[in-house]
């Protein structure tokens, strides 16, 4: 059964349309960027550039034109902040998650469920006293108070990561480096710390996209500072840009760039972090 | 049939007895200590409950963010609902909630089935189709604006096609404002629909499909009695999040139609940004906010309860 017959061959060609049909909208992208404004005007928004220009690009990264700061300084922000609070939600919920999957009394599964439920709660309600409580401790407009909040709301997720997957790895490998005169923070850090590199890379690719694409807490905590992450300054460069699409589309393309890469190399990875990591 | 029960039993060996340990171990095996967990609970407790149950409680006042407030009970929830505006983007918000979860589960479904076996394009198909969910909603929502322009290519392909009636500024209509937010926000969402969906289908075993198939059963019939119940965790999910983030949409509202034409896109999230950054009447947009929460916990509960499965999910 399930061989390969006629009718497979139709689904398989009425798949690849759908596909390309769904795609056309980065194709668009990609042509749009390389022409110059007169001829997204005049010729067709699926024709190839008749010559390709990487003005647009030139336009908006020279180093004499006036938005490259802010994409450079958006770029330097957005990786700083993703970076600061991946690593704080693999610290973090690596070793909450250890002890509370470890332990057999009962306040640790009663702190368990306390970051289930704070999965499940909506943060728009929290967002407000949130803004006011990072505005008294001087925390809006900086780097440090944004990965503080991402990793607070971001941490019932990893705790939840790293517990389904501390449930399932034996506890043979602690007991050995236990008996082996190990202490608590031996066998942790030099037993159970590599072994959980797969949990690790699902944290670090899930929360490490809702950071580095998110919009609405950057524009409360972020928007008019000096700090402003990637996706801020492309809405603000954009809101500036009154049509001209080249110019548009150049920014998107920036902007897709880091994140378009490093799906082309872990693309199985990605995949798997999102349908593993909601499995588990 | 085999297969599966074949690997129950190694799955039950390969599970550690905790039990064992303690006994046979010479000490105590040492598992952390518990205030491994304080930064994390502080770090989740303020960001999260902490603001939570304030953000209820500003609900109930006159707060503009700062200075003296006072309590004004229901005041701010009888003020949304005589407010058309607002009554609006809670219509808008549901219709594009509801829309999100039929369009981008059938289609993720569809293309799931598809790309679920036998195809040769199968691998290199699902890799595609799953791009756009990893890009930032902003970025997505500034191409199709051009897409929806009215120069754009949306215009020039219906003009191509004999089609020049149905030319117009898609974003500029009222009517078709809305329609456009829900379509770039299905089409970001399908790839990560389709792989929730995979992943379900790849727990069921196409011994089974065949079985069926031998009795007689068709394809449709096979779907119905077997892949369906069995990925009823996938359903579950898929549904369950995509009800969420479509009653939370913010970004692409912003970047297609700032909330225009004429408030014709505005949704709950949109004003509640508005009323509270731009109005600077935090009491009335906690109120928003707390109408917000408590659809999405209403909607989350009863989605539970519809799909919920016999099975635990992911056991």
Known sequence: MFRYTRATLVIEIVTIIAAIVMLLPFWILLVTAFKTGDQVLKSSAFALPGQPTLQNFVTLLSPASSSSGNIFAGLGTSLLITGGTILCLIALGSITAYVLSRTTRKWGNRTYYLFLIAIILPTQLGTLPLYIGARNLGLVGNPIGMILIYSGQLLPLSVFLYTGFFRRLPREYEEAATIDGANRLQVFARVVFPLMSPATGTVAILAGLICWNDFFTALIFLNGTEWQTLPVVMYNYVGSLVSQWNLIFAVVIVSMIPILAFYVFAQKRFIQGYAGGLKS | ?315
């Open chain 2, 1 to 315: 049939m085999t297969a599966t029960q074949g690997r129950v039993p190694a799955a039950v060996a390969a599970e550690p007895a905790p039990a064992r340990g303690r006994r046979t171990g010479p000490a105590r095996v040492a598992y952390g200590y518990w205030w491994w967990c304080i930064p994390a609970v502080l770090l989740t407790g303020t960001t999260i409950y902490v603001t939570t149950v304030s953000g209820a409680f500003f609900a109930f006042t006159n707060w503009s963010g700062i200075g003296s407030f006072d309590f004004i009970g229901i005041d701010n929830f009888v003020r949304i609902f005589r407010t058309p505006e607002l009554l609006g983007s809670l219509t808008n918000t549901l219709g594009l909630a509801i829309g999100y979860l039929v369009f981008s589960n059938v289609i993720g479904i569809l293309f799931a089935l598809a790309l679920n076996r036998t195809l040769k394009t199968r691998y290199i198909l699902r890799t595609l189709i799953f791009m756009p969910v990893v890009l930032s909603p902003i970025a997505v929502s500034f191409v199709w604006k051009f897409i929806f322009a009215f120069d754009g290519p949306l215009n020039q392909t219906l003009g191509a096609v004999g089609l020049k009636g149905l030319q117009q500024d898609w974003l500029a209509s009222p009517a078709l404002a809305l329609g456009c937010v829900l379509t770039v926000m299905v089409w970001q969402n399908i790839g990560f629909v389709m792989v929730t969906y995979l992943a379900g289908l790849a727990t069921v075993p196409p011994e089974l499909e065949e079985a069926a198939a031998l009795d007689g059963a068709g394809t449709w019939r096979r779907f119905r009695s077997i892949t369906l119940p069995m990925i009823q965790p996938s359903i579950a999910i898929a549904t369950t999040l995509s009800l969420i983030q479509g009653l939370r949409v913010f970004d692409q509202v912003a970047a297609l139609t700032g909330g225009g034409p004429d408030n014709a896109t505005q949704t709950l999230a949109s004003e509640i940004y508005q009323q509270t950054f731009t109005y600077q009447q935090f009491g009335f947009g906690a109120a928003m906010a707390l109408m917000l929460s408590a659809l999405i916990l209403i909607f989350t509960i009863a989605q539970q309860r519809v799909t919920r499965d016999r099975t635990e999910i992911g056991a």
